[in-house]
């Protein structure tokens, strides 16, 4: 019978990523609340005394995929790697997180399994054995409770900063398997070509804490110089709508909603953005939100917690004064 937790985690560059011990504490929140083991599996080079520091978040098995194909995720590779120890250890919950990478590994996994997978969730509960998995469906609009009830394992996507990360505890101890890796070459059609790193140095939009996103009421990409301010002032990671993105004021990779970022910050700083529902769809579970409009019927003031109506050009400055003074 299937029995026990299985969380993959991620990491880039040899250093675990933040959404890798978010699941891995909410793997060890389930694996309390039902008695099973819980176990975190790493693919990766060179990433075997980073993938140990997952037992102070309470994994108890760690399964290490070390070898130089692993380096960088490439989806057959890393699907094989997994599917094989899916099916040597018989898990019956399998989580990994709903970041770019992770959605995709998801997906192929859980058709290479002939399983079910609920993706990118913000709730997850057990009863009677059941994965109850909490998503939103039609651009965040419902949120919908789904289970798997026959397939197993139960897979499942974490929202990225949805779940808490537990208080790392350093008696915790781990056993630490390494893995077999054996890949073939219909395992490895993908390959890394380049790596374009990020060279602002901010933390990701998915990772943020705080973020700070411009719409087409910035009216030109330049003046986007006022939202890099009010971001260095607050710690911030500054984001955009697609019509601004669309524009050519920022890049791609900035752009939030539904075919951008789904980000979750502590608090969202929307600057001349209205509010429509695709952008809503990726930042409207954000903790707190904070709307700036010079339309008092902008939908944006629907959601947020704070509304300014104003001018974006008198009212930005004043808050990175009013920030300044405070930070
Ligand atoms: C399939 C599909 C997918 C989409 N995906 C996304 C997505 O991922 N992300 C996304 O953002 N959009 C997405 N969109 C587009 C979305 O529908 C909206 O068109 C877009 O979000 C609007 O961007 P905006 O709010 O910046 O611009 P607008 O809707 O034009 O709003 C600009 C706002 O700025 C305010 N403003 C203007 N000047 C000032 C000023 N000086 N001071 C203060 N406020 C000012 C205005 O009052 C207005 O409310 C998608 C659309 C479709 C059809």
Redesign the pocket.
């Known amino acids: 019978m299937a029995k026990g937790i299985l969380v993959i985690a991620e990491q880039r560059g040899g250093t675990l990523r933040k959404i890798s011990l978010e699941m891995v504490s909410e793997g060890r929140r389930l694996a309390d609340q039902s008695g099973q083991p819980l176990a975190a599996v790493v693919l990766g080079h060179g990433i075997a005394e980073e993938a140990k520091k997952l037992a102070a978040y309470g994994a108890e098995t760690i399964y290490v995929a070390d070898a130089p194909e692993l380096k960088y995720y490439t989806p057959e590779a890393y699907t094989t790697v997994i599917a094989n120890l899916v099916k040597a250890q018989e898990p019956d919950i399998v989580l990994g997180g709903a970041s770019q990478q992770g959605k995709e590994l998801a997906a192929k996994l859980a058709a290479r399994l002939e399983t079910g997978l609920a993706m990118d969730c913000v709730g997850l509960r057990l009863e009677d054995g059941l994965l109850i998995a909490r998503r939103p469906m039609y651009a965040g609009k419902v949120y919908a409770e789904v289970v798997c009830e026959t397939a197993r394992p139960q897979m499942a996507t974490g929202r990225p900063n949805v779940f808490s990360i537990l208080e790392p505890d350093s008696s915790r101890s781990a056993e630490v398997v390494n893995l077999e890796v054996a890949l073939k070459p219909e395992d490895l059609r993908t390959s890394l070509v380049e790596e374009l790193a990020d060279q602002t140095g901010k933390v990701d939009l998915t990772e943020a804490v705080y973020i700070v996103s411009g ?3 910035m009216k030109d990409g330049s003046n986007f110089i006022i939202l890099e301010k009010l971001a260095d002032v607050i710690g911030a990671t500054v984001g955009a ?4 993105v669309d524009a050519g004021w920022r890049p791609q990779c900035d ?6 970022k789904v980000v979750n910050p502590n608090m969202y700083i929307a600057c ?3 509010g ?1 529902i ?2 809503l769809a ?1 930042m409207g579970s954000s903790k707190v939100i904070v709307a ?4 008092p019927d ?1 939908p944006i003031f629907q959601k947020a917690d704070y509304g300014i109506v104003g ?3 008198e009212v930005v400055p004043l808050l990175e004064e009013e920030f300044k003074k405070i930070m």
């Open positions: 719409g087409r009421g709508s697609r019509s601004a752009q939030v909603g539904q075919t951008g001349g953005i209205s429509a695709q952008h990726g700036v409009n010079k339309d902008a001018d974006l050009f």
